[in-house]
C-alpha cells in the first residue's frame, strides 16, 4: 500500500505525509500549494444547482486525506451543495470498499435502493453496486459504457437524475445493469 493510501485511510496527516514522502517546507503551504492546482469541471456547480433547485440530495464518497478534503469543499464552496461526505481518511477505508458507502447510508440515514451512485472508475462503480446502489458511469471522451449506465457529460447526468426522480415505479428498471 502506498504512502499516499495508507494517509487517505486516516492513519496519519498530511504534514507527516510530506515528511514520509521527503518533501521540506511547511505542511499548510504544501498543502495549500498542491491543493490550489485542483479544479472542478466547469459543469459540475451548475449540475449541484440544479440538483439542489429539484430538492434532489447529493452526497460525496471520496478517497481522500481529512485535511485536503475539507480545505478543498470549502475552497470550492461545496458545502453549500453536498449533504453529506463520506471520505476515506475520516471512516478507515476507501472506495471500492462496500464499507464506505455503508457508512454514508448509516449517517445519511437512506437505503441503498433509493441512491445512484456516480464515479468513473468501474471498479467503485462495482463497490457501491455490492451494497445495492443503482449506478452511472460518467465517461471520458470515446470511452463505452461498462455493465453500468453511462453518461457523457453533466448535462445527460442531470437529465437521468431528474427523470429516474419523477419515475413512481421502480427507477432500477429504467437504467439498472446489473
Not at 466547469?42 to 440538483?51: A, D, T, Y
Request: with cysteine; net charge negative.
Amino acid at each position: 500500500m502506498s504512502i499516499y493510501e495508507r494517509c487517505s485511510l486516516g492513519e496519519f496527516g498530511s504534514a507527516e505525509l510530506w515528511g514520509r514522502l521527503g518533501v521540506d517546507g511547511d505542511p499548510s503551504k504544501l498543502d495549500n500549494a498542491y491543493l490550489e492546482l485542483h479544479r472542478l469541471h466547469p459543469q459540475l456547480v451548475g449540475f449541484l444547482e440544479r440538483m439542489k433547485v429539484a430538492g434532489v440530495k447529493v452526497a460525496c464518497v471520496s478517497n481522500d486525506i481529512t485535511e485536503w478534503s475539507l480545505r478543498l469543499r470549502e475552497r470550492h464552496k461545496l458545502v453549500d451543495y453536498i449533504a453529506y461526505w463520506s471520505v476515506s481518511g475520516d471512516v478507515g477505508v476507501r472506495k471500492p470498499s462496500p464499507e464506505i458507502f455503508r457508512h454514508l447510508l448509516r449517517q445519511a440515514q437512506w437505503t441503498a435502493e433509493d441512491c445512484i451512485f456516480v464515479d468513473d472508475r468501474v471498479t467503485n462503480l462495482d463497490g457501491a453496486r455490492e451494497v445495492g446502489f443503482k449506478t452511472v458511469q460518467f465517461l471520458s471522451v470515446g470511452e463505452y459504457p461498462s455493465n453500468h449506465v453511462g453518461v457523457a457529460n453533466f448535462a445527460e447526468l442531470t437529465n437521468l437524475m431528474l427523470a429516474s426522480r419523477k419515475q413512481t415505479s421502480d427507477p432500477s428498471d429504467s437504467f439498472d445493469r446489473s
